[in-house]
C-alpha cells in the first residue's frame, strides 16, 4: 500500500476524464454544484488561489462505477482508469466549463475581473464573453481583443490581451494529486468516509451509501431501478436516499447516524437481500393502502417521509395473508396522528428506533400507538387547533385530505385539488381573501392562516388577481365553494369581516379533519375521553425580520398560546453564522433578548431555545426559514422597541417547519 504525491495540468486530468482514464467508483455522489460554486472555482484559478488536492485509487480490480455528470470523448480507454475519490465536483464542474456544459456557461467581465453564470443581462452586454469560448484552442487572442474594444472596453491593448491570456491558461493550472495503490475496496471505502466526514462534505446519509456500496457492490444500482418504478407512479420522493433509508432501517432497526454507515459493513449478505426484499414488500403494500384509503397518489404531499419507514417495516414484514379493512385503517390512523403530533420533525434517528422497535412487536399497531400516547385520549380537532397555523403546519396537509375527500376542485377549471402527477400537475394553494383586499389592521400571521388558503392553481389565482371574496365568490356555485369548507355566509366576505371568516373556516375545517381522523381510528378507541389532537394546539411562533440592503437587521419571534405571551430579538447575522457553524458539526450560541442560548446538534437536527420552545429543525428546514423571511423582510424602522427579557420556565419542543 502507497500513496504518490504529483502534480498535473488542469488540461492534461479533463483530458483524461474525455478519454475515461478518470472515473467514479460506485460510492460517489451525484453532482450537485450550483452555477456560482463553478463560478467561484474558475475565479480561483484565475487568480491562483489553491483549489485543494485531488484524491486518487489505482485499483488492482475493477470496482463497480458510475459515471461523472459528463459528456465523455470516447467510450473506451487505453490504460488503467484512476477512481476518483475528492475531488468530483471539481473536476465535473471544470470539465463543464472547458466544454461549453449547457449547465455550465460561466462568462467572464474582462473590466471587472469577474465570473459568474451567464444570465439575459450578460447575454445583452458584449462586455461579458463565454470562458469556454476564450478556452477554444483555434480562438485567438487578437480576435477577442477586437471583439472586446468594439465593445466598449477602455483598458489598453496590453491589459486586455494580458487579462484573456490568463484566462487562456486556466487549462495549465496545476492541480495537486495524491494517488492511492494497493488498497482493498472496502479500506478505499473507508478512507472515503473519513475524507468527506472530515470536512463536512457529506452528510450520514452519503457515507451510510458509500459503507453500503463497498459492503454490497451494485446496490445503488438496486436502489435506482426501485426508484424509477416508483417515480412512474408519483411517488417522485422514493429515491435512492428513502430508500436507503430504509434499507438501514430494516437491516440495523433505527435511522441513519454517524454509528450506522460502521454498523452496515457488520450486515451479512443475507440480512442485506433479506432487508431489501423487505422494503420492497413494506412498499408495494403501502403504496397501494395510501392511495385507495387516503387519496394520496403522490409522495410530494408528504408532511414526512420518514413516517413511513416504520410502517414500511410493518408491512415488509407482514405475514403474507390478506390484510383487513380494520388492519388497514388503524395502520393510516397511526400515520395521521404521527403527522398532527409532527413526531418525524426535526430529529428522527431516535424516534424511527422506537417506532421500528415497535412495529416488530407481536401487536405492532397498539405498540405504535402507544409511541403516540393515543391511549390515554382520542385527538380530537378544535378551531383553536388550526388559530395560526399557516402552510408549514401538519394540520395543511389535512386540508389538502379534506379537500380532496369532499371533492373539491380547482375554481372555473375543475381540475382536482389532488391531480395525479401524470402531465406534472403542481399542487398549489393560494388566499383566498387576497392580500391586497386587505389592509394594515391585519399582519403577516392573519393573512397566511391557514384558514384563509385554498388549494387552487395559478390560473385561478390569476383570475382572481386582487378581488376581494364579496365580488369573485358571485362566479361560483355554492357547492363549489362548500368542498373547500369555505362559509356561504355572504357577511363574511369583506375584509371587515375577515376575522369572522377566519373563525367560521376553521370550524367547518376542524370539523371535517376531526370526521377523517374518526373514520380510521380503531373502535377499540372510541370509548376514550376527547382531548387537544396535539399538545401544540393553540401555541403560535410566529418570526418577523426586519432588514434592509446594507443590514442583515434583525429578527423578531413573537410567542402566544394558553399562558404564554413572549417576544424576543435576536441579530439575524448571528443567528445565521450560529446555524452556519451548526451545519459544519460545529455547538455554539446565539443571544436572544439578552440571554445567550445554545445552538445545538442532536442527530440530524439543529436545536435552539427560543423563549417558552426549544426550536428544532433540520438544517435544511431552518435555511428554508430564513429565505422565507428574507422574501417577506420589513424595514428596520417597523421593529417596535427592544426587548431583552428572557424566557423564565420550561420549554415545549416546537417545529421550525410550523412558524409564521
Known amino acids: 500500500m502507497q500513496v504518490e504525491r504529483t502534480e498535473r495540468s488542469v488540461r492534461e486530468i479533463l483530458d483524461q476524464v474525455s478519454r475515461r482514464e478518470i472515473m467514479l467508483p460506485e460510492l460517489q455522489r451525484d453532482y450537485v454544484w450550483k452555477p456560482t460554486q463553478v463560478a467561484k472555482l474558475v475565479d480561483s484559478l484565475y487568480r491562483g488561489y489553491p483549489s485543494g488536492a485531488l ?25 488503467a482508469p484512476l477512481y476518483l475519490l475528492d475531488g468530483q465536483q471539481r473536476l465535473t464542474s471544470l470539465h463543464r466549463v472547458f466544454t461549453g456544459h449547457p449547465q455550465a456557461q460561466i462568462v467572464f467581465h474582462l473590466e471587472q475581473e469577474r465570473f459568474q453564470n451567464q444570465s439575459a443581462a450578460t447575454r445583452a452586454d458584449p462586455k461579458w464573453i463565454a470562458v469556454a469560448e476564450i478556452l477554444r484552442p483555434e480562438v485567438g487572442l487578437l480576435s477577442l481583443a477586437s471583439r472586446l474594444r468594439k465593445a466598449g472596453v477602455t483598458l489598453d491593448d496590453i491589459e486586455i490581451e494580458r487579462r484573456l491570456l490568463r484566462v487562456k491558461q486556466l487549462g495549465e493550472r496545476p492541480f495537486h494529486m495524491e494517488v492511492l495503490s494497493g488498497f482493498s475496496y472496502d479500506e478505499i471505502a473507508e478512507i472515503f468516509v473519513r475524507v468527506n466526514s472530515g470536512g463536512r462534505h457529506l452528510g450520514t446519509l452519503d457515507l451510510a451509501m458509500a459503507t453500503l456500496s463497498a459492503r454490497w457492490p451494485g446496490v445503488l444500482e438496486k436502489l435506482q431501478k426501485e426508484a424509477d ?174 379537500a380532496q375527500r369532499a371533492g373539491g376542485t380547482d375554481w372555473w377549471h375543475g381540475i382536482r385539488v389532488m391531480p395525479g402527477f401524470e402531465g406534472q400537475h403542481k399542487i398549489e394553494h393560494h388566499h383566498i381573501h387576497p392580500v391586497a383586499s386587505l389592509d394594515e389592521r391585519f399582519d403577516k400571521a392573519e393573512i397566511n392562516d391557514l384558514a384563509n388558503l385554498a388549494f387552487i392553481s395559478a390560473r385561478a389565482n390569476k383570475k382572481i388577481s386582487d378581488r376581494s371574496p364579496a365580488d369573485y365568490f358571485t362566479e361560483l356555485t355554492e357547492a363549489e365553494l362548500r368542498a373547500h369548507f369555505i362559509p356561504t355566509d355572504e357577511g363574511l366576505r369583506t375584509a371587515d369581516a375577515f376575522p369572522g371568516f377566519l373563525a367560521a373556516r376553521r370550524q367547518l375545517l376542524a370539523d371535517a379533519m376531526t370526521e377523517l381522523l374518526d373514520s380510521f381510528r380503531p373502535e377499540w378507541l372510541d370509548r376514550l375521553p376527547e382531548a387537544p389532537a396535539s399538545t401544540m394546539d393553540g401555541q403560535t411562533l410566529t418570526l418577523t425580520l426586519h432588514s434592509s440592503a446594507w443590514d442583515a437587521g434583525q429578527m423578531v419571534f413573537t410567542a402566544t398560546g394558553a399562558g404564554i405571551s413572549w417576544r424576543g430579538v435576536a441579530s439575524m447575522a448571528e443567528l445565521e453564522r450560529a446555524v452556519a457553524d451548526a451545519v459544519a458539526g460545529i455547538d455554539g450560541d446565539v443571544e436572544i433578548s439578552g440571554e445567550s442560548v445554545p445552538v445545538q446538534v442532536v442527530e440530524d437536527a439543529i436545536e435552539i431555545p427560543i423563549g417558552p420552545y426549544l426550536v428544532t429543525g433540520t438544517a435544511e428546514e431552518w435555511l428554508q426559514v430564513f429565505e422565507r423571511e428574507r422574501s417577506s423582510a420589513r424595514p428596520p424602522s417597523m421593529s417596535g422597541p427592544q426587548l431583552d427579557k428572557p424566557w423564565i420556565g420550561e420549554r415545549a419542543r416546537y417545529p421550525i417547519t410550523s412558524t409564521d
Open 55 to 79: 484524491l486518487f485509487w489505482e485499483a488492482q480490480e475493477a470496482p463497480v462505477t458510475r459515471e461523472l455528470a459528463i459528456t465523455p470523448t470516447s467510450s473506451r480507454y487505453f490504460r
Open 229 to 402: 418504478h416508483w417515480r412512474r407512479k408519483g411517488y417522485v420522493d422514493i429515491d435512492p436516499n428513502f430508500l436507503s433509508r430504509a434499507l438501514a432501517g430494516v437491516v440495523l432497526g433505527r435511522g441513519l447516524s454517524a454509528w450506522s454507515h460502521g454498523q452496515l459493513v457488520k450486515a451479512t449478505d443475507e440480512e442485506l437481500q433479506g432487508g431489501w426484499e423487505t422494503v420492497q414488500r413494506g412498499l408495494r403494500r403501502l403504496i397501494p393502502l395510501l392511495a385507495s384509503d387516503l387519496g394520496v397518489n403522490r409522495s410530494d404531499v408528504l408532511p414526512s417521509m420518514a413516517a413511513l419507514i416504520p410502517l414500511v417495516v410493518l408491512l415488509g414484514e407482514w405475514p403474507d395473508k390478506r390484510m383487513s379493512k380494520g388492519t388497514g385503517n388503524a395502520i393510516l390512523y397511526w400515520l395521521l396522528v404521527a403527522t398532527i403530533r409532527a413526531r418525524y420533525s426535526g430529529s428522527t434517528d431516535t424516534r424511527l428506533s422506537q417506532d421500528i422497535r415497535a412495529a416488530r412487536q407481536p401487536d405492532p399497531i397498539k405498540a405504535l400507538y402507544k409511541n403516540l400516547d393515543v391511549f390515554q385520549s382520542r385527538p380530537q380537532i378544535t378551531p383553536q387547533s388550526l388559530a395560526g397555523r399557516t402552510r408549514e403546519s401538519p394540520y395543511f396537509f389535512l386540508s389538502l385530505l379534506v
